[in-house]
């Protein structure tokens, strides 16, 4: 199973970043996002889809649509800055799946 | 509060053995539904998860490492074992323990530490 995020995102503060997460019949999985800043362990941010974790600002939020689950983070802030990766566990194949990770710049 | 810490050899050479530990606290490794995991990060790449073992011995492996990969624990000292054998550069990364329960996700997640394969 393979999960396809885009490599890069860059948006300018204040702005809202989107960062995909494209994997078939992904409407079907749970999705689970991390974020992973510089020199840090990830941190779960978002989980079963859209479920925000505590401790996480209003602004991160998860959304599933057909063949895509969606990170949005509205006001960007250039602590935003990371690598965020998209995760599933998947039956079929490997048991953990991650998507290729994607990194946020704030321009 | 659930913490978990890494540790192990910075550097190993090619086709020896690595061993890592995590040392948990705030939960006990026999706690129903309660697992630890591996998941490594080689640089420049993306999550790749390794083994998970679960409260009752329980044990998954990713089906392309499995032959080479042993995870352990040992209850009494709070500590998970990785065993990789047969190691290469391509072993070479941050490798992560994770709390893991049966909802699907990975939280939280020790320092990680790197390991360098050469």
């Known amino acids: 199973y393979i999960l396809t995020q885009p490599p890069s995102v860059s948006v300018a503060p204040g702005q809202t970043a989107r960062i995909t997460c494209g994997g078939d019949?992904?409407?079907?999985?749970?999705v689970n996002w991390y974020q992973r800043k510089p020199g840090q362990a990830p941190v779960l941010v978002v989980s079963?889809?859209?479920d925000r974790r505590s401790g996480i600002p209003e602004r991160f939020s998860g959304s599933k649509s057909g063949n895509t689950a969606t990170l949005t983070i509205s006001r960007v802030e250039t602590g935003d800055v990371a690598d965020y990766h998209c995760q599933v566990w998947d039956s079929s194949s490997d048991p953990v799946v991650f998507g290729g990770g994607t990194k946020l710049t704030v321009l | 509060q659930i913490t978990l810490k890494e540790s192990g050899p910075t550097l190993v050479k090619p086709t020896q053995t690595l061993t890592l530990t995590c040392t948990v606290s705030g939960f006990s490794l026999s706690s129903s539904g309660v697992g630890v995991g591996w998941i490594r990060q080689p640089p420049g790449k993306a999550l790749e998860w390794l083994a998970l073992i679960y409260y009752n011995d329980h044990k998954i492996y990713r089906p392309s490492l499995d032959s080479r990969l042993t995870i352990a624990k040992d209850t009494s000292k709070n500590q998970v074992v990785l065993t990789v054998t047969s190691v290469d550069p391509m072993d070479t990364g941050t490798y992560f323990c994770?709390?893991?329960?049966?909802?699907?996700?990975?939280?939280?997640w020790g320092q990680g530490t790197l390991v360098t394969v050469s």
């Open positions: 079963d889809n859209s």
């Open positions: 019949n992904i409407e079907t999985e749970t």
């Open positions: 994770v709390y893991y329960t049966n909802f699907g996700w990975f939280d939280p």
